[in-house]
């Protein structure tokens, strides 16, 4: 049975329990029965702890057919800082993530379903989508790209992304995608970080109903990467038969040209078997300070822990269709497209944006689509609460199963309206937290046991983590910093030709744990919270308090849209907070005086009074990097006059400008 919380009373108490159905029909259950693992705690234990068991194990499960088998599935010679996994092995991620499913007679099932902002729609099937592959692949080949070349991807959503992600993997090329709103200099930023050859965009794309030419900034772009020496452009706005010219330069190729290079060269081409050290992708951080830092993957590291965790945490099959909104840039774009492929389910795709031309375009996307687990981070629901609908009502949203979320720490007001209107109340919100250097999630929940709003159940299945204080050692039912003790799939290896900032970053702090930066506490109950960044920790009077605590407390009020929290120097206690706020509507001067009283009191009776925000400010919006994260370290350096350093990747740095007249 399933049962409601008052959001009132929701500080402790369980919000959804799974159904014996629901458990018996999960992966992680049919997995747990097949190697006769008692419960998730041996599971998770198992996983860890015995490595050469694990690995082999699950993918058999996934079916991950190899080039070469390997000799050993995790060696340590050069530290558990960079793990070799699969030593000796050779695979290569078209094999696995699309061949296969030809192969086995699942040609005619859908890979991809994708929707555009103006209504337009197509389906792709994995027959489909490895015929167009290898036409690219083909005509990549014949104009010179090799193995190890590096390859900018800059797309909005559009279903070109599948073969073109594919069609590198099969070549062996490195890919470096790039947000589709950045500006030429974040992008200039990255190529030039990469050396990048080879680059990949389109004419231009929808938002908010306005054609947005993604071309201008290319050429933009090219004015500044000598390195690049050809330019594929996706006709996305002439394919669609919008009026829209742009200007083709001598460094440029049509898309579809490209592919008929690669039809008038149509013999078969081998994929490259590739070793597990071998570079695949270099993700650039979203980071707020210093040079943006290029987190480097391999086929066998980000694809298979994709994968490994849609199988366990979000229970996708084959008969699945997952939705998740975001980008290509930020890590869960190509986590979406790839993991959905490995299991063989269909990735559901949309280009535009989520309230476009209403709050509703999310709802009627799941509706038509049959969409059956939705991805989307905590801003997006705050940012659609505001409309006072109840979507499950409106809309058949029924063939849900699983909702997901990722991003930044919930705060249980949206959580539920999420978990309630979207839901219906039976839907498990599968939280999941890690991050583009881990290739997934380091906590997660799994659809198998109850939840407690915005919580994780703990490690995600493969994962050691632990809670520490300053010292690196383990606390229990205290805040402290989330650390990694075991090398695991996923990690990066190292920062793109930095590898003393890799080894600074992560291993610097503690002897032997990964510092991942977030800070988080376990309940009583054994239930996993995260509560923000932990540099963005405040010590106020030698007491710890995370930027979740208070953004938490006041988003109870209902005029609080959302919030940040920082701390400032203070001669008596140290640091003291203050609080950044953003509403639903405009107030009157004389409103916002009332509302401030009416926050102070909200935060004495949750929080206590010594934690006391020294000042409010209303703003009407915060700074975001590309992923919805809001960047406090930025808000606490514009408040204080502060150099901001690198704002590029941020969606709005037009926010930064009032906050320091603030």
Same mark, same amino acid.
């Given at each position: ?88 092995? =050779? *695979? ?6 699309? #061949?296969?499913?030809? !192969?086995?007679? +699942? /040609?005619? %099932? ?11 729609? =197509? *389906? ?6 490895? #015929?167009?592959?290898? !036409?690219?692949? +083909? /005509?990549? %080949? ?521």
């Amino acid at each position: 049975m399933t049962k409601s919380v008052n959001v009132s009373n929701y500080d402790n108490q369980i919000a959804w329990i799974p159904t014996q159905e629901q458990i018996d029909s999960s992966n992680i259950t049919s997995f747990m029965k097949k190697h006769q693992i008692e419960n998730l705690d041996e599971l998770l234990k198992k996983s860890v702890q015995d490595p050469e068991w694990f690995y082999p194990a699950i993918l058999n499960e996934l079916h991950i057919p190899w080039m070469k088998e390997y000799e050993k599935v995790i060696d340590l010679s050069d530290g558990m800082e960079l793990p070799r996994w699969f030593k000796g092995g =050779r *695979t290569n991620l078209y094999k696995y993530g699309l #061949e296969k499913h030809v !192969l086995n007679g +699942n /040609g005619g %099932k859908e890979s991809l379903v994708w929707e555009g902002e103006d209504g337009t729609s =197509r *389906t792709v099937t994995f027959a489909e989508l490895k #015929e167009e592959t290898d !036409l690219l692949a +083909n /005509g990549l %080949k014949q104009l010179g790209l090799k193995k190890g070349d590096r390859v900018g991807v800059f797309l909005p959503q559009i279903p070109e992304i599948q073969p073109i992600l594919f069609a590198c993997a099969k070549l062996g090329a490195v890919i470096i995608p790039c947000f589709s709103g950045f500006g030429a200099d974040a992008i200039q930023v990255r190529l030039n970080d990469g050396e990048t050859k080879w680059f990949f965009t389109a004419d231009g794309f929808y938002r908010k109903g306005k054609v947005i030419n993604m071309k201008a900034v290319a050429d933009e772009v090219l004015k500044d990467v000598p390195t690049i020496e050809k330019v594929f452009v996706v006709p996305n706005m002439k394919k669609r038969n919008i009026d829209y010219d742009f200007p083709m330069n001598s460094k440029d190729m049509d898309y579809d040209d490209l592919l008929q290079v690669g039809q008038s060269h149509s013999e078969k081409i081998d994929a490259e078997p590739m070793a597990s050290n071998e570079p695949f992708l270099i993700i650039y951080t979203s980071g707020t300070t210093g040079k943006p830092k290029g987190t480097q993957h391999t086929q066998y590291s980000f694809p298979l822990k994709n994968a490994i965790d849609m199988y366990f945490s979000f229970d996708v099959k084959p008969t699945d269709k997952m939705f998740w909104l975001t980008d290509l840039g930020w890590m869960m774009g190509p986590w979406h497209i790839f993991g959905t492929a490995i299991l063989g389910a269909t990735a559901v795709m949309y280009e535009g944006s989520p309230d476009y031309p209403n709050e509703n375009r999310l709802w009627e996307t799941v509706q038509k689509h049959k969409v059956t687990i939705l991805g989307i981070a905590p801003t997006v629901i705050r940012s659609l609460m505001k409309f006072e609908t109840n979507p499950c009502e409106k809309y058949d949203l029924s063939t849900l199963r699983i909702l997901g979320s990722t991003g930044e720490a919930w705060n249980p007001k949206p959580w539920y309206w999420y978990f309630e209107k979207v839901g219906n109340k039976v839907c498990p919100i599968i939280n999941y937290s890690g991050g583009t250097e881990v290739s997934g999630g380091i906590l997660s929940c799994v659809p198998i046991k109850p939840l407690k709003p915005c919580s994780f159940h703990g490690p995600a299945v493969g994962m050691a983590a632990n809670v520490v204080d300053q010292n690196g050692m383990t606390v229990h039912h205290e805040v402290g910093d989330l650390v990694v003790t075991s090398p695991f799939l996923g990690m990066t290896y190292s920062f793109w030709r930095n590898h003393e900032r890799y080894l600074n970053t992560y291993w610097s702090t503690w002897k032997g744990l990964w510092h991942h930066g977030d800070f988080a506490k376990i309940d009583e109950d054994g239930f996993w919270f995260i509560l923000g960044r932990s540099d963005d920790t405040m010590n106020i009077a030698g007491k710890r308090l995370g930027p979740a605590d208070l953004e938490s407390a006041i988003a109870t009020h209902p005029l609080v849209k959302e919030s940040a929290a920082i701390g400032i120097p203070d001669e008596v206690k140290g640091e003291v907070p203050i609080l950044f706020i953003v509403l639903h509507k405009d107030v009157s001067d004389e409103e916002k005086v009332i509302l401030k009283n009416e926050l102070k009191a909200v935060i004495a009776d949750k929080i206590g009074k010594s934690f006391l925000p020294k000042n409010m400010y209303f703003v009407s919006s915060l700074p975001k990097t590309q992923s919805g994260k809001i960047a406090r370290r930025l808000v606490r350096s514009a408040f204080l006059g502060e150099s901001l350093g690198d704002t590029s990747t941020l969606q709005n740095p037009e926010s930064l400008l009032e906050i320091k007249k603030d």
